[in-house]
């Protein structure tokens, strides 16, 4: 007989890259991980995992067991919440998925104070930059920067962000200014890699309808945004950043804006639900948390 721990134990490993990633995510052990995937497809007597390589591949059984269990869990959810509430309460598990250095900043203190204002729910937050890799079944929440390109979701417009073209004050007195986008090919530029976006290519445009793309050849490159801000205030070359992360340093002149006749494409804060999480208690209670969190707009409050 299946159990709704055996359905949260098997859809972790479904999620799962490997048996091992697995078991971070669950917080066991490998060999536990092992052992109860063991436990379970002895007693339903089917192969639910193949063990060939590192990578979890699960059986058809398996993909019938993962699909079936997630709506067997999610059914559950939704009645434990239409209980919760006739009793006036919101309550339930909530996953939440954000950016890394946005989530860090903004979402995780609102998740604290969601998690604070509602003792039945429990909540569990991720935070990467690799939103495109995680799997849609394993978050109810999340929070995106940047254009939204599946409509199937139920999005909400959180605060407005641009990006923004800029540099240190050292970099611009020893290396100038470029004139034009074009001109950013002869300039040490940093690239940040996240979302799996073409990071090279630099898209601009002017008010009065021009457009031009220029491909940069950055010297310095890494995932961490926080990484690019400091390299950029140190003088390392010239950045694309969202203004949510600069804006405290344009404020301050430890970063300059260049090119302010040209704009980068907006990068809104956005959260979205997954259509059948749509109608969740929790989850839309926790984007007004979202929402009053970015109201005003943070970054923009002294300007």
Known sequence: MLTSSDLHFFAGIARAESLAAAARALGVTPPAVTQRLQDLERRLGVRLVERSGRRVTLTAEGELLAARGQEIADDLASLTETLAARRGVVAGHLRVLAP??????????????????HAEVTLDLVLSDRMGRVAETSWDVAVHIGELRDSSLVATR?????????????????????????????????????????VTMWRFARDDGAAESVRVEPRLATNDGEVVREWAVAGRGIIVRSEWSVAADLRAGRLARLLPGWRLPSADVIAFVGPRRGRSARATRFVEYLREALTPVPWRADS
Request: aromatic share 10%; hydrophobic share 45%; glycine share 6%.
């Open 100 to 117: 890394l250095g946005f989530g860090r900043a903004h979402v995780a203190p609102a998740a604290g104070r969601f998690f604070a204002d």
């Open 158 to 198: 959180l605060a407005p962000n641009d990006r923004i073209l800029c540099a240190s004050p050292s970099f611009v007195a020893r290396y100038g200014v470029p004139d034009a986008p074009a001109d950013l090919r002869d300039f040490a530029c940093i690239a940040l890699r996240e979302n799996d976006e073409d």
